[in-house]
């Protein structure tokens, strides 16, 4: 029994485990016209993690006047070298279609795939 401590305290101590982990980019976008809920959306924070493929991303969104709501999704780079994401935010599906500057268009879906506002967004930089 005493081994079987040991041996879990090491695997606690010793093994990285990834929970203090960098994400791969901290990115920041500026969002303008998009309006949901009754609520202007005016940011996006996106930590993007590059996989073999892909980008895994988690973040958050904010709105005007303050508040958040934390974003989850995947991306992948598109053949004129932008970025074309899809995000799940609260009960939406959002759109994220950025050219090679990462700039471009935001969409923002409901549940039934029906097309509720649109709005651009900004690239502000890495952090």
């Known amino acids: 029994m005493k081994k079987l401590i040991r041996v879990g305290l090491f695997s606690i101590f010793f093994i990285p485990f990834g929970v203090n982990a960098q994400s791969d980019f901290a990115t920041n976008w500026g969002i303008t016209g998009l309006f949901i809920d009754g609520r202007s959306e005016t940011g996006l924070q996106l930590d993007l993690n590059l ?8 973040g958050t969104l904010d709105y005007a006047g303050g508040g ?54 900004s690239f502000l930089g890495l952090e």
């Open 51 to 58: 996989t073999t493929r892909f980008l895994a991303v988690t």
């Open 68 to 121: 958040s709501s934390p974003v989850t999704g995947s991306c992948f780079f598109t053949s004129s070298n932008g970025l074309y994401c899809n995000l799940q935010i609260d009960h939406y599906s959002y759109s994220l279609d950025v050219d090679d500057a990462l700039n471009g268009t935001i969409t923002a879906k409901n549940a039934d795939g029906v097309t509720v506002d649109a709005g651009v967004i």
